[in-house]
């Protein structure tokens, strides 16, 4: 394998919670990976497709059709990636939109591939224009113009590539401009994962870390793991560090849980800077609504901390909305908080009204 670059996913999100990859999830995630479609959890569906796009290409002898994977950071896109080459039993190649700032790294990278290759493309949606028209041709017709000379001058030389298979990562298909997403023979969405799920992974890794852990512990790790393997497997190991050092290294319900606690990862994965801006909205602002503005200098955060890092998790739990007229909390935020929620008529600026069915 070929890590262009820093390698994926280079999130700069460096919370216990962040989805994003740190330094030492790069280095563990190598060997938590799963091999083959078998040893990958859930994600039905798309294995499912995928084993079938996989078996029709091997069965023609051919070179599997371009993919694209869909979904939140740390859900699994670079591992499937990698099972895609293992299944075609390929070498593969990886790198991410951002380190393709010029056609000229893309035409590098394209015609040093060899045939039948992989190439993973995390953050495609991030690569730059020019690069991304190369790689329409490239995806189509195995073939890239390289330019070269400046100006009136300028002569594009046709390069023929091996085919190869392009498997394109990003966070929102949606992002993607038509003409590159119609290119992809199949388009994967990868979804957040189930409690029971992330219980599998985490008894998978524990396996493959050897710590042992009871039914009871990888419960309580799930469920603080905001639906995402990434978290789930580095929530095991700050859990693996107490059981050493507090208790006799076996991980059950009271051990993960009191380890999350010196965290400050709650029972439903809220870490502290959630809690801040939910906290501050119900506290200060009688749950709502308060523009994000206002409500980021009450936790004194920038503006795009409050909006990208603490609030997606926020919604996608409902716990809070943002609405027109600004950021409101849902009664299952003041239920998590242990708040009581003002009557209707004191205080609440109205926002009961926004929730009447
Ligand atoms: P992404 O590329 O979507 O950010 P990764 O493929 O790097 O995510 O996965 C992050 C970590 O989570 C890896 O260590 C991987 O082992 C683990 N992981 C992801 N999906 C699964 C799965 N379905 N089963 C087991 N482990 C998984």
């Given at each position: 394998?070929?890590?262009d670059?820093?390698?994926?996913?280079?999130?700069?999100d460096q919370?216990l919670?962040?989805?994003?990859a740190?330094g030492?999830d790069?280095?563990?995630?190598?060997?938590?990976?799963?091999?083959?479609?078998?040893?990958?959890?859930g994600?039905?569906?798309?294995?499912?497709?995928?084993?079938?796009?996989?078996?029709?290409?091997?069965a023609?002898g051919?070179?599997?059709?371009?993919v694209?994977?869909?979904?939140a950071?740390?859900l699994?896109?670079?591992?499937?990636?990698?099972i895609?080459a293992?299944e075609?039993?390929?070498?593969i190649?990886?790198?991410s939109?951002?380190?393709i700032q010029?056609?000229?790294?893309?035409?590098?990278?394209?015609?040093?591939l060899q045939e039948?290759?992989?190439l993973?493309?995390?953050?495609?949606h991030?690569?730059?224009?020019?690069?991304?028209?190369?790689?329409?041709?490239?995806?189509?017709?195995f073939?890239?113009?390289?330019?070269?000379?400046?100006g009136?001058?300028?002569t594009a030389?046709?390069l023929e590539?091996p085919p190869?298979?392009?498997?394109?990562?990003?966070?929102?298909?949606?992002l993607?401009?038509?003409?590159?997403?119609?290119?992809f023979?199949f388009?994967?969405?990868?979804?957040?994962?189930e409690?029971?799920e992330?219980?599998?992974?985490?008894?998978?890794?524990a396996?493959?870390l050897d710590?042992?852990?009871?039914?009871?512990?990888a419960a309580?790790?799930?469920?603080?793991?905001?639906?995402?393997?990434?978290?789930a497997?580095?929530?095991?190991?700050?859990?693996r560090?107490?059981a050493?050092v507090?208790?006799?290294?076996?991980?059950?319900r009271d051990?993960?849980?009191?380890?999350l606690?010196v965290?400050?990862v709650d029972?439903?994965?809220?870490?502290?800077?959630?809690?801040?801006?939910?906290?501050?909205?119900?506290?200060l602002?009688?749950g709502?609504?308060v523009?994000?503005s206002?409500?980021?200098?009450?936790?004194?955060?920038?503006?795009?901390?409050?909006?990208e890092?603490?609030e997606?998790f926020?919604?996608r739990?409902?716990?809070?909305?943002?609405?027109p007229?600004?950021?409101?909390?849902?009664?299952?935020?003041?239920a998590h908080l242990g708040?009581?929620?003002p009557q209707?008529?004191q205080?609440?600026?109205?926002?009961?009204?926004?929730?009447r069915a």
């Amino acid at each position: 394998m070929n890590w262009d670059e820093t390698g994926p996913d280079t999130d700069t999100d460096q919370r216990l919670v962040g989805s994003g990859a740190d330094g030492e999830d790069q280095a563990v995630e190598a060997a938590l990976r799963p091999k083959d479609l078998d040893e990958f959890v859930g994600q039905e569906k798309v294995r499912e497709q995928l084993d079938l796009v996989l078996r029709a290409a091997r069965a023609r002898g051919a070179t599997a059709d371009h993919v694209l994977l869909s979904g939140a950071p740390g859900l699994g896109k670079t591992t499937l990636s990698m099972i895609i080459a293992a299944e075609m039993n390929a070498p593969i190649r990886i790198t991410s939109g951002p380190a393709i700032q010029h056609a000229g790294d893309l035409a590098a990278i394209l015609s040093s591939l060899q045939e039948g290759e992989v190439l993973f493309l995390d953050e495609i949606h991030r690569m730059s224009r020019p690069a991304e028209e190369m790689l329409y041709m490239a995806m189509e017709d195995f073939r890239v113009d390289v330019i070269v000379g400046k100006g009136p001058g300028a002569t594009a030389i046709p390069l023929e590539l091996p085919p190869f298979t392009l498997v394109g990562a990003t966070t929102r298909a949606g992002l993607l401009p038509p003409p590159l997403r119609d290119r992809f023979g199949f388009t994967g969405h990868m979804e957040f994962y189930e409690p029971a799920e992330l219980e599998r992974v985490i008894h998978r890794s524990a396996r493959l870390l050897d710590v042992e852990i009871d039914v009871e512990g990888a419960a309580e790790i799930a469920g603080r793991s905001r639906g995402t393997p990434r978290i789930a497997n580095r929530l095991l190991r700050r859990v693996r560090d107490y059981a050493q050092v507090k208790a006799d290294g076996v991980i059950n319900r009271d051990i993960a849980a009191a380890a999350l606690k010196v965290y400050e990862v709650d029972a439903r994965g809220l870490d502290r800077l959630d809690r801040a801006v939910l906290g501050a909205l119900l506290k200060l602002f009688g749950g709502g609504p308060v523009g994000l503005s206002t409500l980021a200098v009450a936790v004194g955060e920038e503006r795009e901390t409050v909006e990208e890092v603490a609030e997606p998790f926020l919604v996608r739990e409902g716990l809070l909305a943002r609405t027109p007229r600004g950021r409101v909390a849902t009664p299952a935020a003041w239920a998590h908080l242990g708040l009581v929620p003002p009557q209707q008529g004191q205080g609440g600026s109205g926002q009961q009204g926004l929730f009447r069915a």
